[in-house]
């Protein structure tokens, strides 16, 4: 079958990242450390593993950024990852045995790797949590999509867990369905740390995480006022058209003035001249994790405020010195599992269904599709977005 694969090989990534410079174009060359591959059809790792036709498959930012080489060698997470592996995490699919129409939740934790009893993160339903990412029947990797032994679903077929595959109803069309995964990514960020009544939150970032976090909060919390800071232009109608009350501009400067204003407060003004507040938003949801984000985000929040980091840019220094002075708190936002809202605890994907049914509507997130054979035109319209207006782009075998 067709499927796009990683090879981890230095020469190749060397003369993709050199290439790259000159032309994106060349990470998707031949040479590339990515290819459209024939390859053997998946593997069934175990029992209860179903073979699944893919349907679609949503490309995600982190897809982009592996491709584009954009990470650090220095990543624990290289720990956790096996190669070569298929990429796709997102996915929507038909069951060969029964023909349900499914969500992938790609987490390769106990369940899927045959180990039993789970571990206790498991066992609560913290699947980002497992302790086993690296042990069973599968080699180690943090989710399908970057797993040696369990191809990803930019692919014709992938095969999964059936723990992992959740039944789509009837009436959620496809592109709505793959949605699943990233807006679960960003329930999970806001209820690390949910709207704080009578203050306003604010929404770092451009893409699917940042315009889904508007949109969910809108849907949980309708008294919160929600500012995103995004591009000008067709982002910020479309962070308007998700429900955020407020556009502000994403220089720092300008922002901190921005919210300054709305929060009818004064700046203090350091040597630096990079002006922080004491009162803001309770909350920041940076989908983006840059220096420049981290670094205003505790300038503008709320003495005792909290930000909430999904987003994962390569580090760098940053003036933390408003995170002691006013008590703020920095948590890490990482995927999903069994979630609790609204004292009712169940998987990410089932809530999501459920607000679907209530008329939350992200369809207009999906701004681009394309065949699987198109996959380097797929990856540069997704990383050229200022140029493109891509949000989120899928691919269909
Ligand atoms: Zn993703
Ligand atoms: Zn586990």
Redesign the pocket.
């Known amino acids: 079958m067709k499927a796009l694969v990683f090879h981890h090989q230095l020469a190749r990534e060397a003369a993709a990242k050199i290439g790259g410079t000159i032309d994106r174009r060349s990470f998707v060359a031949r040479f590339a450390p990515v290819s459209l591959d024939d390859i053997d059809e998946p593997q069934i790792s175990g029992p209860g593993w179903v073979l699944c036709e893919t349907v679609v498959s949503?490309f995600?930012?982190?897809d982009a950024k592996q491709i584009l080489l954009n990470g650090s060698r220095d990543n624990p997470l290289t720990a956790l990852l096996s190669f070569p592996h298929v990429l796709g995490?997102?996915a929507v699919g038909r069951r060969t045995d029964n023909g349900q129409r499914v969500v992938l939740n790609p987490w390769l934790s106990c369940a899927p790797r045959g180990i039993d009893p789970p571990c206790p993160a498991c066992q609560m339903g913290r699947y980002p949590w497992c302790r086993n990412f690296t042990g069973g029947v599968i080699p180690p990797a943090l989710h399908i999509g970057n797993c040696a032994g369990a191809a990803g679903a930019h692919a014709e077929r992938f095969a999964a867990h059936e723990g992992q595959l959740f039944g789509v109803p009837d009436d959620v069309p496809d592109e709505v369905a793959v949605l699943a995964?990233?807006v679960s990514v960003s329930l999970r960020t806001i209820l690390l740390h949910p709207p704080e009544p009578g203050l306003p939150v604010l929404v770092y970032g451009s893409g699917t995480l940042a315009f889904a976090a508007v949109a969910l909060v809108r849907h949980l919390y309708p008294d919160i006022e929600v500012w995103a800071v995004t591009r000008s232009g067709p982002r910020a109608a479309m962070a308007e058209r998700m429900g955020a009350h407020a556009v502000l501009p994403s220089d720092p400067d300008a922002l901190v003035a921005a919210v300054a204003d709305r929060m009818g407060v004064r700046t203090l003004v350091p040597w630096s001249g990079r002006e922080w507040l004491q009162d803001g938003p309770s909350v920041v949801y940076d989908t983006i994790g840059s220096i420049e984000t981290v670094e205003t985000s505790l300038r503008l929040l709320n003495t005792g405020g909290t930000l909430v980091v999904s987003g994962v840019e390569p580090p760098g220094r940053f003036e933390w010195t408003p995170l002691y002075f006013k008590e703020l708190r920095v948590i890490g936002s990482n995927a999903f599992g069994i979630e609790e809202v609204r004292g009712v605890r169940k998987h990410a994907f089932e809530h999501y269904f459920d607000w679907v049914a209530e008329g939350l509507d992200l369809s207009p997130l999906v701004t681009h599709r394309f065949r699987l054979s198109e996959w380097d035109r797929a990856l540069l319209t997704a990383s050229q977005a200022s140029k493109t207006g891509a949000i989120k782009v899928v691919l269909r075998p």
Request: proline share 12%; aromatic share 0%.
């Open positions: 949503g995600c930012g982190s995490h997102e995964d990233p």
